[in-house]
């Protein structure tokens, strides 16, 4: 069973910075995209940033310039470095795994992230 799990959400000022970090475990295709999603209250899930499995990136436009995704294959982890956030980052964060070769996806159950002015 694939398992994701989310760490290193907070409580940070606006203008701060926070890193999030997602560790896969389980029997996963080696060829994977990871990714991570935000969900605010009232709010649809949005994809923030993405990496294949090759290391091609992604980027949701508000978010360029100051979030950084970027893997480790060997430790199964994805992270998200997030710098000059802001209060409209505030959200849930999920991390998503798709493995494309047999369309599978898996969430981690999410880490909050909480900007204040």
């Known amino acids: 069973q694939v398992q994701l799990v989310e760490s290193g959400g907070g409580l940070v000022h606006a203008g701060g910075s926070l890193r999030l970090s997602c560790v896969a475990s389980g029997s996963i295709d080696s060829i994977n995209d990871m990714g991570w999603y935000r969900q605010a209250p009232g709010n649809q899930r949005e994809l923030v940033a993405g990496?294949?499995?090759?290391?091609?990136?992604n980027y949701v436009e508000s978010v360029k310039g100051r979030f950084t995704i970027s893997r480790d294959n060997a430790k199964r982890t994805v992270y998200l470095e997030m710098n000059s956030l802001k209060r409209e980052d505030t959200a849930v964060y999920y991390c998503?795994?798709?493995?494309?070769?047999?369309?599978?996806?898996?969430w981690g159950h999410g880490t909050q992230v909480t900007v204040s002015s």
């Open positions: 998503n795994l798709h493995t494309p070769l047999n369309n599978r996806e898996y």
């Open positions: 990496i294949s499995w090759g290391g091609r990136t």
